[in-house]
């Protein structure tokens, strides 16, 4: 069965500094997705960015980059240039698909990890 | 309006109640999808719906009874529940089951459910 991981309960940078927030996973599959979401405390979960299992380059989606180590299995998310508004809880989900690349539509999510941005 | 929405944001209900959550989505989307979050778990999957047709139920108990009338809406019916059920109930849609990039999910602002 698939796994996620998050060992850091919770993190804290400056403002204006970079961090990464760290993701491991557990699949045997060889197709699948990993997301990142940030749930702030009203509660909605946003979807800040993805990497398939099969694409090359590390995603990027403007302030966030996802680290990608196949091998290692880890797709860590760094936040560069934080942001007040970046203190939330992180997630880091998986998903997996069929040989064809179908996604079964399950996301599996790790426990997350508290970022908080201090002035 | 424009992305998932739920409704309501907060409910409170006694263990003999029988209430409903509505989820919409705004995106033109085909898979919906009902999670639990409860306080210190991670978020578990309830029911995935694609293109009406539920293609998931993770083992969730009777008491919860899912309902797709189209691909734009999601109800979850709440009969006789248990204190244990209180948690943050969200709504996902993505755009169906395709291949990957996909099935990237959209989440509404939630349900805040308590049960007394």
């Known amino acids: 069965a698939q796994k996620i991981t998050q060992t850091q309960p919770g993190m804290f940078v400056q403002e204006k500094e970079a961090v990464t927030l760290d993701c491991t996973y557990d699949t045997s599959d060889q197709s699948y997705g990993l997301f990142w979401y940030k749930q702030p405390s009203s509660g909605e979960m946003i979807f800040l960015i993805y990497q398939g299992s099969y694409d090359e380059q590390n995603a990027t989606e403007g302030r966030y980059s996802l680290n990608f180590q196949k091998a290692r299995k880890s797709a860590n998310l760094v936040i560069s240039a934080s942001q007040l508004g970046d203190s939330a809880m992180y997630f880091c989900a998986m998903s997996l698909s069929d040989a064809g690349g179908t996604s079964y539509g399950k996301l599996t999510f790790g426990q997350g990890t508290i970022l908080t941005v201090h002035p | 309006e424009t992305g998932v929405t739920q409704t309501p944001r907060h409910l409170v209900m006694g263990m003999t109640n029988k209430k409903s959550l509505k989820c919409e989505q705004h995106?033109?989307?085909?898979?919906m999808y009902w999670y639990k979050q409860s306080a210190k778990k991670p978020l578990e999957l309830m029911f995935v719906?694609?293109?009406?047709?539920?293609?998931e139920n993770n083992s969730v108990p009777s008491r919860f009874s899912p309902e797709c009338p189209n691909s734009s809406h999601l109800f979850l019916h709440l009969h006789t529940l248990q204190p244990e059920d209180s948690a943050l109930y969200l709504c996902?849609?993505?755009?169906?089951?395709?291949?990957?990039?996909?099935?990237?999910?959209?989440f509404g602002p939630g349900t805040r459910l308590t049960v007394l």
């Open positions: 719906y694609n293109f009406k047709e539920q293609t």
């Open positions: 996902a849609s993505s755009q169906d089951l395709g291949r990957a990039g996909t099935d990237t999910q959209y």
């Open positions: 995106l033109g989307h085909n898979a």
